[in-house]
């Protein structure tokens, strides 16, 4: 039987109207309607020695570091989990508010009503993770492995060469969906916990000014009504950097087409319909042994590319939005003597839950094709693997995606404040040297 403690809570973190949205670059759009709410959510697990661990999902579009920082340090000093055991899990919605702000390069200041949205964070996230330890009792705690085919890769050269964001079967994604069954003594509510790896990016195809958790929330809302209300259902995003839902894939044009509403629910439908056939088959009861471990590698950019300062000075005079932005604040940047980053710190942890089943945890937007790697490099075949955690500095190619180009490794670098140059190569072996040094601390 597995032994250990749980306890969870969630509270309510849907944005008030008029904050500018995140996932669509500087189009400050003002969230004009809530079609669904945004959750926070916490679990907390405690193995019999009193180790614990701790698990905050949020439906945002990603932290900033320095909240995340904050974050952590607070819940590890309230609650009583050690830092490196904390985890920030973000959902990535593209429907809900840029709380991720001061990534992107633009010199519009933070609108004051989103700042304060930012502080009732700093305020709220504390207290939800001290009351899911508070509530930890004896449970009994199984893990499941299923599949889900929710997710499409969405990296493919179109018919001159050049890599697009169009759907590709032949593409790296990754089936696995992990579930987490926990069940109290008698008389204490269920928690389902799961994991899976795709962009949740449906909702703002049809309602651009709309908030909403995306499929993540639909799928929450299904799981509950199969399971009971009172069920307690978190979701952990995974290596959804590089996939897409495929249900919005159009096998005509081999394009991703304009979403719909009924697209929300089918994908919701079906991958909670994944989770309860995983939670049909038999599962692992795991005995408990909580540890982590997390740190830092260099994510080194290549400045080869870099332009001038008249280039950035040319293209504040231009007439798109985001170009300009662009342009004004490189070429403030550049006025004031401050160079652009030659590498991102990047957050990575790992996880211990018993002596075979481990998570490996990433910072960003982390492509599918880590998932393989890290596997390989660490000797763990069902490794798990989240991304998304603690912090969304830009996207993580791997060396072997770097000459290919696209978004993930070009375009998307030119939106945020550690770029505009692309990640250089080498990030295979420090992603590998660091994992490998966390895998020698936990033993």
Not at 61 to 85: F, K, N, T
Not at 176 to 200: I, Q, S
Not at 213 to 229: I, T
Not at 411 to 417: E, F, M, P, Q
């Amino acid at each position: 039987m597995g032994t250990g403690k749980a306890g969870w809570a969630e509270i309510d973190i849907t944005p008030p109207l008029g904050l500018p949205m995140g996932g669509r670059g500087q189009r400050f759009t003002p969230g004009a309607s809530v079609l669904d709410p945004l959750m926070a959510q916490a679990f907390a697990l405690e193995d019999a020695d009193g180790n614990r661990t701790l698990w905050v999902s949020l439906d945002l579009i990603g932290l900033p570091g320095e909240m995340s920082a904050a974050l952590r340090y607070d819940l590890s000093a309230l609650a009583g989990v050690p830092y490196e055991a904390v985890i920030l899990s973000q959902a990535h919605p593209h429907s809900g508010p840029m709380v991720n702000f001061c990534k992107y390069p633009s010199t519009i200041p933070m609108p004051a009503a989103l700042q304060a949205y930012g502080d009732r964070l700093r305020q709220v996230i504390p207290k939800l993770g001290c009351a899911a330890v508070e509530a930890m009792q004896p449970a009994v705690i199984s893990l499941h492995k299923g599949a889900s085919h929710v997710g499409i890769n969405r990296r493919r050269r179109d018919e001159s060469g050049e890599m697009t964001m169009a759907p590709n079967p032949d593409g790296a994604y990754n089936p696995d969906l992990w579930v987490l069954d926990v069940n109290g003594d008698v008389g204490r509510k269920r928690g389902v916990l799961f994991n899976y790896g795709c962009h949740p990016v449906i909702v703002y195809g049809y309602a651009w000014d709309g908030i909403s958790a995306d499929y993540p929330g639909e799928c929450r809302r299904r799981l509950r009504d199969a399971l009971g209300q009172d069920v307690h259902c978190q979701f952990i995003q995974g290596l959804a950097g590089n996939v897409r839902p495929r249900v919005l894939s159009d096998p005509e044009t081999n394009r991703f087409r304009k979403a719909t509403p009924q697209d929300l629910e089918q994908a919701g439908t079906e991958l909670a319909g994944d989770v309860l056939d995983a939670l049909k088959a038999p599962g692992e009861r795991l005995d408990l042994d909580v540890a982590a471990a997390s740190g830092w590698f260099l994510a080194r950019r290549d400045l080869t590319g870099f332009q001038p300062l008249s280039y950035w000075e040319e293209l504040a005079k231009s007439e798109d939005e985001l170009s300009r932005n662009l342009g004004l604040y490189w070429t403030e940047r550049l006025k004031a003597g401050l160079p652009p980053a030659r590498a991102v710190p990047w957050p990575v942890g790992l996880l211990r839950l018993t002596k075979d089943r481990l998570v490996a945890w990433l910072a960003g937007e982390v492509v599918a094709e880590w998932q393989a790697h890290l596997r390989r490099w660490l000797r763990i075949e069902h490794l798990m693997l989240w991304g998304y955690c603690q912090e969304v500095p830009c996207y993580l190619p791997t060396d072997e995606l770097l000459p290919q180009g696209g978004y993930e490794v070009i375009h998307s670098n030119r939106y945020s404040t550690t770029g505009p140059g692309p990640l250089a190569p080498g990030l295979n072996e420090a992603v590998r040297e660091r994992f490998l040094a966390l895998l020698r601390q936990l033993k």
